[in-house]
């Protein structure tokens, strides 16, 4: 077959640089480049030393030489990459003959572009590490390892004419699914295998086999998108067996072109790809179709509509007697098993403008009749209704009738470069109706007017006060005076004439006024109407006098837009609380959702990082992540606070335990038991350090010592009760208040300001010191005199106390991206001039009720104005209340701690150390527990078990471990909180619904209440049991409110069509989170659903921004907004 000439033609590849490399043994090894092809080697390059920098510069050069005998053809460059792996070259060490080597990283290039005509590119492909390897943990400040490669050759491999009529079949194998029950991991190894065969020119098809199945038990859908993969085994790097940009993006059941794409079968296909048995290939491979290749597809497609694709597994053995290279011929017959085949529809392929093909094909037994049969029906005698002698009954596959019983199904993708059938392109339409219709000229539309004019000259005034804002931000700083008093008008002045002198001596001042003429010049021409020259000096001045008054006036509108001099005192806003983001940082926690929950901890850090309570918290979070040496360095700088802060000192303890500094961890647990010779938790750890160093004389005594502690507690305990039991039922506030780590917290001081009235003597001030200028432009020296007036009521109005208001009118309602930052500053002074400066960034728009802070945003309009409902009141009266209850997830408040049996000290330690996820240590204190007199098997010390294997996810050990503690205490809420837990996590929401219900019914509360909450209100969403999930949120909102529990309750209401509920409880949601695009996509629909077109447009913006995952919620908004017809902007 010719596919281009007889002659041969060469491929000539050149890696020029690597960049970011780094080796075994240091940052600047020797390394080199091996080019390989087809599995046969190109060459390698010479050895190139790596730059401290992690430059290599190689200039290594390979070559492909192409031939149409038996070489390597066309099809080998469609369907095969290139892999270049760079290798480390070790030193050699003494009495070494050879160098040892070390494969550091595998990339791959795509030489596609050269089968469409190119004749050269160049591409920079990431170094993808292999296991082991150091690049896999990249250069700080550095990007992923890569590599420059160039590509090129003599003359294109293919003229113009013939990529044109040339194609690329693609055909994507992603899986099989709801696969026989008898398909098991265990046992002998087999290798799942799919093929299909495609025309060819001549006389013998091309087979496509997809090889290396791996066989999953249900649990979880597949992700998508997620990549697709390389037909081709033994990859070095797992990162390079990935086809670059190429992606299963999976999509809705309805559109495909399969069988199985009917409304009856999404429940089925629903199940299948979540809970049932599947082989996942993702593979995608492909075949370049000469131009006759083309022709002859074309042609079987119109003969036969069904093609074969069939499945097998084979076992995968390698026969040991096989010659090098080569393995012994085994029997077919004998090694194909569970022979299958799925009847793919091929004849959309032949519509116009249609190059792809997806969908679900159900999987039947393999037999040569029925495949015969299918594939030419026409053989099939005309006279008879009985099959053809060579089909073989069903009995003789009894395997692949297995299949049908269990519902297989693969789901391929069939697609090609360019439709079969050319379709019209829609240019070509309207030319042909252009020439049949000639359209009539459009009227000139004019683009000006005085209004246009006067909108232009308001952005230039913000643009222009921005610039001036930063320069007085640059020259005296973001922080300024804490209290009123401190601003005098002689500071005021000062700074005045400094920034004036600034601005003129910088050029900047002319610079604004150039930026300033050409609005004013449209003011002058569009509403003034004056285009020619003055008649007198008189008439100028008059004119100019005019104009100038006219300019300032407008300034001030354009300011006062956004920043009226009438605001009221008082600024309801929402400022999340430290202990807010620390139950928001636990929700994150407990959802394995880590980089969410280190955002939340390491703003808590940077808004006070001064308060030790900050540190421990994300301490003990990175112990859960076992991340002990930044554990170690979070509880040192807690203890750098506080040298005395017992709690610190025994973490600081437990990690150099952990870490094996055993001097160190005797001298922290020794200070701890001095400092407070009262804690039996010190004691105890300390007693426990003593056993690991076989020290069992100390180990008696710190032992004894806590014991007795203990006993001294118990009885105080005791003739405290009754009177703190009494404090907890009025609601009596004790002073001063403790934190969970024995921190005594700080009371918010609220500061009260008496209104505007300085901030508008200023203002007249500013117009009382106007001189009459006679140049309109000097209005810019007004602008600055304006931000000293903003300056200052940002100052007055910034460290006001937040408001407990529904839905706050706050700056939480800004779009995501203005809030994205992981470390925002605290509210205050500082937040009160970042606020004006996202004034002037982004033009807002008249707040007609809702009293807002400068940040408000076109969304609060609508949204915030709607707080006002029953519903929505009753939660609000209780926000002040919820608030000591934020953190009850995690560290559960005095009057929810359940009754229990008097506690040895071991039990004691272990609830201090689940508590900062010191589970390493607990195995050791339970075992104490264990063999304790005052101890043994207990509820509690069950419970403590089942929640170390819930972490490991072992849920054979943490039922177990559950039956046994509900054995002991079946009427403990716990044990049926962590039971509903273990139901949830391993999948069976019926059980997780039924333990979560008893545990809500208790009198005493479980010590997780808030994720009860929210988990059985998740699964009455599921079973559409709304009117039991409102009232559920609904609970989780009046105890610890938070993004998730207002976004179920949202998400309950607008399923019951509470719009307005739904609309006030998401709004909350998203102002305590901003960025969940979930909490977007409801308020998009409530928005579409009341007929709001900006705000479903906005809110719709956002959800596609941050990447809504819920595909079935996309697909809802995107059929609300065909409903109704607008919501979708890109349309």
């Known amino acids: 077959m010719d596919q281009t000439s007889s002659t041969m033609k060469t491929v000539h590849i050149t890696v020029t640089n690597g960049y970011d490399l780094k080796g075994f043994k240091g940052d600047t090894p020797v390394t080199f480049v091996r080019a390989e092809f087809n599995q046969a080697v190109l060459g390698d390059s010479s050895k190139i030393t790596v730059s401290p920098e992690g430059t290599a510069k190689y200039n290594f050069t390979s070559n492909i030489d192409l031939s149409t005998d038996g070489g390597i053809t066309l099809d080998d460059l ?654 009596v506030k004790v002073e001063p208040s403790f934190g969970p780590w024995g921190v005594l917290q700080e009371s918010s001081t609220v500061i009260k300001t008496e209104g505007l009235s300085g901030g508008q003597a200023l203002v007249y001030l500013t117009h009382r010191d106007l001189g009459p200028a006679l140049k309109c432009l000097l209005v810019l020296t007004f602008i600055s005199y304006r931000i000293y007036s903003l300056h200052k009521y940002s100052l007055k109005t910034g460290m006001r106390a937040g408001s407990s208001h529904l839905l706050s009118q706050s700056s939480h309602l800004l779009s995501p991206h203005g809030n994205m930052d992981l470390h925002p500053q605290p509210q205050g002074v500082n937040t009160a001039l970042s606020s004006l400066d996202e004034f002037l960034e982004e033009p807002s728009k008249a707040r007609s009720e809702s009293q807002e802070p400068i940040t408000g945003q076109p969304l609060e309009s609508s949204l915030a104005q709607k707080s006002s409902n029953a519903l929505l009141k009753e939660l609000t009266t209780k926000k002040e209340t919820s608030k000591c209850q934020d953190s009850s997830a995690f560290f559960p408040p005095p009057q929810q701690v359940i009754p229990q049996p008097p506690v040895t000290i071991f039990m004691e330690t272990i609830r201090f150390l689940m508590k900062v996820n010191a589970v390493q240590f607990v195995h050791r204190v339970l075992a104490h527990e264990l063999l304790c007199p005052q101890g043994g098997p207990s509820c509690e010390y069950y419970l403590v078990l089942a929640q170390t294997h819930l972490l490991k996810k072992d849920f054979a050990k943490t039922e177990e471990y559950l039956q046994q503690a509900a054995q002991m205490d079946y009427l403990n809420p716990n044990v049926w909180g962590v039971k509903g837990h273990l139901y949830f996590l391993s999948g069976n929401h019926a059980e997780a619904k039924e333990c979560y219900e008893r545990t809500i019914s208790f009198v005493v509360d479980a010590s997780e209440m808030h994720f009860i909450f929210l988990r059985l209100g998740h699964i009455y969403l599921e079973e559409k049991a709304y009117e039991n999930a409102k009232r559920t949120y609904m609970q989780a909102c009046k105890r610890s409110p938070s993004c998730l529990t207002w976004l179920g309750l949202g998400i309950a209401c607008y399923r019951l069509e509470e719009l307005t509920e739904a609309e006030d409880a998401l709004s909350e949601a998203n102002a305590l989170n901003n960025c969940n695009a979930e909490v977007w996509a409801y308020l998009a629909l409530v928005c579409l659903k009341v007929g709001r077109q900006l705000e479903a447009e906005q809110a719709y913006k956002y959800t596609v921004k941050l990447k809504l995952k819920d595909q079935a919620l996309l697909e809802e908004i995107h059929a609300v907004q065909e409903m109704v017809g607008f919501g979708n902007p890109s349309f």
Request: glycine letters at 4%; aromatic letters at 8%; hydrophobic letters at 35%.
């Open 78 to 731: 469609a369907h095969k990459p290139l892999f270049l792996t760079v290798t480390e070259v070790l030193p050699k060490e003494k009495k070494q003959k050879d160098e040892k080597t070390l494969i550091l990283g595998q990339a791959v290039v795509d030489l596609l572009p050269l089968l469409q005509g190119e004749d050269s590119f160049e591409t920079t492909v990431p170094l993808h590490p292999v296991p082991g390897s150091p690049l896999e943990t990249p250069l700080p400040g550095s990007k992923q390892c890569s590599l420059d490669v160039k590509v090129f050759v003599a003359e294109p491999l293919l003229s113009p004419a013939q990529v044109s009529a040339s194609n690329l079949l693609k055909v994507t194998l992603e899986a099989a699914y709801s696969v026989p029950e008898s398909f098991i991991p265990v046992g002998p190894q087999q290798n799942y295998m799919v093929g299909l065969q495609v025309p060819s020119v001549g006389e013998k098809d091309y087979t496509m086999i997809f090889k290396n199945g791996t066989l999953k038990l249900g649990g979880e859908k597949e992700p998508v998108p997620r990549p697709k993969k390389w037909p081709i085994a033994n990859i070095l790097a797992p990162g390079a067996s990935n086809i670059p940009d190429e992606f299963i993006v999976g999509g809705p059941y309805e559109e495909e072109e399969g069988e199985l794409n009917h409304p009856e079968d999404r429940e089925f296909r629903n199940q299948a790809e979540c809970s049932k048995k599947r082989i996942v290939w993702d593979l995608e491979s492909r075949y370049f179709l000469h131009p006759l290749a083309v022709a002859s597809l074309q042609k079987r497609i119109a003969d036969c509509r069904l093609w074969p694709v069939e499945i097998t597994r084979v076992p995968s053995i390698v026969m040991p007697k096989a010659k090098p290279g080569k393995l012994e011929k085994i029997d077919d017959e004998n090694q194909l098993s569970f022979h299958g085949v799925a009847y793919v529809n091929m004849v959309p392929l032949l519509y116009p403008g249609v190059k792809k093909i997806r969908g679900a094909f159900h999987v039947y037994p393999y037999l040569d009749g029925t495949v015969f049969e299918k594939q030419a029906p026409s053989i099939k005698s005309q006279s008879s209704d009985t099959p053809l002698e060579s089909e073989v009954p069903l009995s003789h596959n009894l395997e692949g009738q297995q299949y049908i019983e269990a519902g297989t199904y693969i789901v391929l993708e069939i697609q090609l470069d360019k439709a079969l059938v050319p379709k019209r392109m829609p240019e070509e339409l309207a030319r042909r109706v252009k020439e049949m219709i000639p359209p009539r000229p459009p009227l000139t539309r004019r683009t000006g007017g005085a209004q246009k004019a006067v909108s232009d000259y308001h952005t230039q005034i913000k643009s222009i006060s921005r610039a001036i804002l930063n320069e007085y931000h640059r020259m005296f700083g973001k922080q300024g005076p804490k209290l009123e008093s401190d601003i005098d008008n002689e500071t005021m002045e000062e700074q005045k004439c400094q920034l004036n002198y600034e601005l003129n001596c910088s050029g900047k001042y002319f610079a604004f006024k150039e930026q300033l003429k050409h609005a004013v010049v449209k003011i002058v021409r569009e509403k003034y109407l004056k285009t020619t020259a003055f008649e007198s000096q008189e008439e100028l001045q008059t004119f100019i006098s005019e104009l100038y008054v006219f300019l300032v006036d407008q300034m001030h509108v354009a300011l006062n837009q956004a920043i009226p001099d009438d605001v009221p005192s008082s600024t309801s806003t929402i400022q999340t609380s430290s202990e807010q983001l620390r139950l928001f940082a636990f929700e994150a926690e407990v959802n394995e959702k880590f980089e969410i929950a280190a955002m939340y901890y390491e703003e808590r850090l940077v808004r006070e990082p001064q308060n030790l309570e900050n540190w421990l918290d994300y301490g003990a979070f990175c112990l859960l992540t076992e991340d002990n040496i930044k554990a170690q360095e979070c509880f040192r700088k807690a203890l750098s606070l506080n040298e005395s802060h017992v709690d610190s000192l025994l973490l600081c303890g437990v990690l150099a335990v952990l870490l094996e500094n055993y001097d160190q961890a005797e001298i922290f647990f020794e200070d701890a038991t001095c400092l407070e010779p009262t804690n039996v938790i010190a004691w105890t750890l300390l007693g426990l350090f003593y056993e690991i160093q076989k020290n069992d004389i100390r180990m008696e005594m710190a032992f004894h010592e806590a014991f007795k502690q203990l006993q001294a507690q118990t009885l105080q305990t005791k003739l405290k009760s009754t009177v703190t039991t009494e404090n907890v039922e009025e609601g």
